[in-house]
């Protein structure tokens, strides 16, 4: 089992940056990758992130791409998400998830953390 807590979230001015954090605890040296991924009201969730634990590579869904940011703390076990330019659009619950093969099934869920962005 792997258990994850996401902080950070808050209000924040469209062209303004918040950064997010996803602590890891449990079997986390058996993960394969974490992901971000956000849901706005009335939408459905979407992808925004990701990184391979192994080899560090990052992901990211195009809406983000260029503005957004995921690394890692490996001694903490912890992924951040700097989130900088960002736009009313980016408004929604973010979560954290931890997919434990390589088949990138995301079993596990942080509780996710609000994000607002006003325009």
């Known amino acids: 089992q792997v258990q994850l807590v996401e902080s950070g979230g808050g209000l924040v001015q469209a062209g303004g940056s918040l950064g997010l954090s996803c602590a890891a605890s449990?079997?986390?040296?058996?993960?394969?990758?974490m992901g971000w991924f956000r849901q706005a009201p009335g939408k459905e969730r979407e992808f925004v992130a990701q990184?391979?634990?192994?080899?560090?590579?990052?992901y990211y869904g195009d809406s983000v791409k260029g503005r957004f940011t995921v690394s890692r703390d490996n001694a903490e076990n912890t992924v951040y998400l700097q989130m900088n330019s960002l736009k009313p659009e980016d408004t929604a619950v973010y979560y954290c998830?931890?997919?434990?093969?390589?088949?990138?099934?995301?079993?596990?869920w942080g509780q996710g953390t609000q994000v607002t962005v006003s325009s």
């Open positions: 449990g079997r986390t040296f058996s993960m394969y990758a």
């Open positions: 990184l391979r634990w192994t080899d560090g590579n990052t």
């Open positions: 998830a931890a997919a434990p093969t390589t088949r990138l099934s995301y079993d596990y």
